[in-house]
């Protein structure tokens, strides 16, 4: 069984910086691309950035030059680090992994979600 177990949510001021880890554990094969996707009350989850496993980032215009993702292969880990914060980046961040268990297909995985709140 896969499970990933995301930290680092809060509440923050506007201008403020935040950093959020996603590790995943169990019995896992290999991890292909990493992601951060948000969703806010009334909106639908919406990408905030992916990086595949040689490195290849890409990520939301909202978010360029502010937010930062990266991932540590031999931890299975990704991180978000999200700088200049915005009163509109309040949502419940949910890391997502394209994911390869033992003995079971590719599939989508996704953590639990943590709640970022900016304050204006």
């Known amino acids: 069984q896969v499970q990933l177990v995301e930290s680092g949510g809060g509440l923050v001021q506007a201008g403020g910086s935040l950093r959020l880890s996603c590790a995943a554990s169990?019995?896992?094969?290999?991890?292909?691309?990493m992601g951060w996707y948000r969703q806010s009350p009334g909106n639908q989850r919406e990408l905030v950035a992916t990086?595949?496993?040689?490195?290849?980032?890409n990520y939301a215009d909202s978010v360029k030059g502010r937010f930062t993702i990266a991932r540590d292969n031999a931890k299975n880990t990704v991180y978000l680090q999200m700088n200049s914060l915005k009163p509109d980046d309040t949502a419940v961040y949910y890391c997502n992994m394209r994911m390869t268990p033992y003995r079971l297909p590719t599939d989508d995985y996704w953590g639990q979600g943590t709640q970022v709140t900016v304050s204006s």
């Open positions: 990086i595949t496993r040689g490195g290849t980032t």
């Open positions: 169990g019995s896992i094969y290999s991890i292909n691309t």
